[in-house]
C-alpha cells in the first residue's frame, strides 16, 4: 500500500503492466492511470470520498449544423480561427466549452424546438441578454462568465461584418467577488509543524506562499527557473513573465529539498505533478495537518497578497509579484489593508484622548 495513497496499491497484471487498485472495507476499485494523472487523482478522490467510479461508453459525437450567421457559427468562428482561443489554457477552454455548448443547445423558449444556437447574431438585441442574465439570477457568477461567452460571440459577429454594433455594450454584472480563503497565522503554522522541511508538502506549500504561483505554475517550476536572489516564471493563465524576488524562506526550503529531475515539485513516482493532481494532494495535506477544508494553494497566494498589502507594499508592487493585470484586482488587498490601518488608528485617536481626559479630571 501506497503511502501518499492510502488503501491504494499498485501490481502488475499478466500482461506486464503496472496497474492501480484502491482497497478498503473489503472493496476494490480498479483506477485508472497512475499517480499525478488527472484521470487517477479524479478517480482516487471520489473511490475517497465513497463515489463510484463511471466509467462513460465511448460515443460518436455529431456536432450540431451551424446555421448562417448564427450563435452556432460564430462560436465556430471563435474556437477554430482566433488567436484569442488559442492562447487560453486547456482548461479554461474546456471550461468555456461548457459554459458556451450548455447554452447554444438551451431552447429559446421552454418546449420549443429553437435553440440558442440557432438564432442569428443580428436578431439578438439588448434586451434579450438581460433577459438571459435575469433567468440567472440565483447563479450570479454563473451569469457573468456566461455573459463573458456571449460578449466574445458578439465580437466575432463584428469581425465577420454580421452586425454594426455590440448588443453586450455596457451591459454589466459585477456578483460579490468571495474570493479565496488566505490562510490564517495558525493554519501557516499548523501545517508547517506537520510538514517539515525536506517533504513535498513543505515544498509545494513554500512555492505558493513565497512565490504567489497559482497551481499551474507550481506544478511545473523548474530547477532551471531559480537563480540566486529570485526566480523566473512565465505563468501559464495570463503569460507574463515575472521575476520574482527569493524569500529566505523559500530559499531554505528549496536547499533542504533533493534535486530528482528538471522539475522541483515531484510525485513520489518521480513525476511532476499535474494541476489536478496538486489540488487533490493538497487536500490530503491540510486534512493530516488537522486544518478545515477550504485551505488551498491558490489561498497562500491570497495571503501573499494580504501580507504584501499589510506591509504597505503599494498597488503596482503587489501587481509585480502576482501578475496581476487587472488594478481593481490587487487593489482588493490594498483596500483591506488600508481600511484596517484606518480603523486602528483611527480607534486608537479616540482611545489616546479617552486616556488624556482621564488624567485631567484625574488631576
Same mark, same amino acid.
Given at each position: 500500500?501506497?503511502?501518499?495513497?492510502?488503501?491504494?496499491?499498485?501490481?502488475?497484471?499478466?500482461?506486464?503492466?503496472?496497474?492501480?487498485?484502491?482497497?478498503? $472495507?473489503?472493496?476494490?476499485?480498479?483506477?485508472?492511470?497512475?499517480?499525478?494523472?488527472?484521470?487517477?487523482?479524479?478517480?482516487?478522490?471520489?473511490?475517497?470520498?465513497?463515489?463510484?467510479?463511471?466509467?462513460?461508453?465511448?460515443?460518436?459525437?455529431?456536432?450540431?449544423?451551424?446555421?448562417?450567421?448564427?450563435?452556432?457559427?460564430?462560436?465556430?468562428?471563435?474556437?477554430?480561427?482566433?488567436?484569442?482561443?488559442?492562447?487560453?489554457?486547456?482548461?479554461?477552454?474546456?471550461?468555456?466549452?461548457?459554459?458556451?455548448?450548455?447554452?447554444?443547445?438551451?431552447?429559446?423558449?421552454?418546449?420549443?424546438?429553437?435553440?440558442?444556437?440557432? !438564432?442569428? !447574431?443580428?436578431?439578438?438585441?439588448?434586451?434579450?441578454?438581460?433577459?438571459?442574465?435575469?433567468?440567472? $439570477?440565483?447563479?450570479?457568477?454563473?451569469?457573468?462568465?456566461?455573459?463573458?461567452?456571449?460578449?466574445?460571440?458578439?465580437? !466575432?459577429?463584428?469581425?465577420?461584418?454580421?452586425?454594426?454594433?455590440?448588443?453586450?455594450?455596457?451591459?454589466?454584472?459585477?456578483?460579490?467577488? #468571495?474570493?479565496?480563503?488566505?490562510?490564517?497565522?495558525?493554519?501557516?503554522? $499548523?501545517?508547517?509543524?506537520?510538514?517539515?522541511?525536506?517533504?513535498?508538502?513543505?515544498?509545494?506549500?513554500?512555492?505558493?506562499?513565497?512565490?504567489?504561483?497559482?497551481?499551474?505554475?507550481?506544478?511545473?517550476?523548474?530547477?532551471?527557473?531559480?537563480?540566486?536572489?529570485?526566480?523566473?516564471?512565465? #505563468?501559464?493563465?495570463?503569460?507574463?513573465?515575472?521575476?520574482?524576488?527569493?524569500?529566505?524562506?523559500?530559499?531554505?526550503?528549496?536547499?533542504?529539498?533533493?534535486?530528482?529531475?528538471?522539475?522541483?515539485?515531484?510525485?513520489?513516482?518521480? #513525476?511532476?505533478?499535474?494541476?489536478?493532481?496538486?489540488?487533490?494532494?493538497?487536500?490530503?495535506?491540510?486534512?493530516?495537518?488537522?486544518?478545515?477544508?477550504?485551505?488551498?494553494?491558490?489561498?497562500?497566494?491570497?495571503?501573499?497578497?494580504?501580507?504584501?498589502?499589510?506591509?504597505?507594499?503599494?498597488?503596482?508592487?503587489?501587481?509585480?509579484?502576482?501578475?496581476?493585470?487587472?488594478?481593481?484586482?490587487?487593489?482588493?488587498?490594498?483596500?483591506?489593508?488600508? #481600511?484596517?490601518?484606518?480603523?486602528?488608528?483611527?480607534?486608537?485617536?479616540?482611545?489616546?484622548? $479617552? !486616556?488624556?481626559?482621564?488624567?485631567?479630571?484625574?488631576?
Amino acid at each position: 500500500m501506497d503511502r501518499e495513497y492510502p488503501y491504494a496499491g499498485s501490481y502488475i497484471d499478466r500482461h506486464g503492466k503496472r496497474r492501480w487498485r484502491f482497497r478498503r $472495507a473489503g472493496k476494490t476499485i480498479a483506477l485508472p492511470g497512475s499517480p499525478g494523472e488527472p484521470e487517477f487523482e479524479a478517480a482516487y478522490a471520489g473511490a475517497l470520498a465513497g463515489e463510484p467510479i463511471r466509467r462513460e461508453k465511448a460515443k460518436i459525437l455529431r456536432l450540431p449544423t451551424a446555421p448562417p450567421k448564427s450563435l452556432r457559427a460564430a462560436w465556430r468562428i471563435l474556437t477554430t480561427q482566433t488567436v484569442e482561443w488559442q492562447q487560453l489554457e486547456p482548461e479554461t477552454r474546456h471550461t468555456q466549452t461548457l459554459i458556451a455548448e450548455r447554452f447554444l443547445r438551451s431552447p429559446v423558449v421552454e418546449g420549443e424546438p429553437l435553440t440558442f444556437g440557432d !438564432v442569428p !447574431v443580428a436578431d439578438l438585441q439588448r434586451k434579450h441578454i438581460k433577459a438571459i442574465l435575469a433567468k440567472r $439570477a440565483a447563479t450570479p457568477h454563473a451569469a457573468a462568465h456566461l455573459l463573458r461567452i456571449i460578449r466574445k460571440l458578439t465580437g !466575432v459577429a463584428l469581425d465577420e461584418g454580421w452586425i454594426e454594433y455590440d448588443p453586450t455594450y455596457r451591459i454589466s454584472l459585477r456578483p460579490p467577488y #468571495q474570493g479565496w480563503k488566505a490562510w490564517s497565522d495558525d493554519a501557516r503554522a $499548523a501545517f508547517e509543524r506537520h510538514w517539515p522541511l525536506g517533504t513535498t508538502p513543505r515544498l509545494a506549500y513554500a512555492l505558493a506562499l513565497y512565490f504567489g504561483h497559482r497551481r499551474s505554475d507550481i506544478a511545473k517550476v523548474k530547477w532551471s527557473d531559480l537563480e540566486e536572489g529570485g526566480g523566473n516564471v512565465v #505563468q501559464r493563465k495570463t503569460r507574463a513573465a515575472l521575476w520574482i524576488p527569493m524569500h529566505p524562506e523559500l530559499a531554505r526550503t528549496l536547499e533542504a529539498a533533493e534535486r530528482k529531475s528538471e522539475y522541483v515539485l515531484l510525485t513520489r513516482h518521480g #513525476q511532476p505533478f499535474s494541476r489536478k493532481g496538486l489540488s487533490v494532494r493538497m487536500r490530503a495535506w491540510t486534512k493530516a495537518a488537522g486544518l478545515p477544508p477550504g485551505h488551498t494553494l491558490h489561498g497562500l497566494r491570497k495571503t501573499l497578497g494580504k501580507k504584501l498589502a499589510e506591509s504597505g507594499a503599494t498597488t503596482r508592487q503587489i501587481m509585480a509579484i502576482l501578475g496581476h493585470r487587472d488594478i481593481a484586482h490587487a487593489e482588493l488587498y490594498t483596500r483591506e489593508a488600508e #481600511q484596517r490601518r484606518l480603523a486602528t488608528d483611527g480607534m486608537q485617536r479616540l482611545l489616546d484622548g $479617552a !486616556v488624556l481626559t482621564g488624567k485631567r479630571d484625574a488631576g
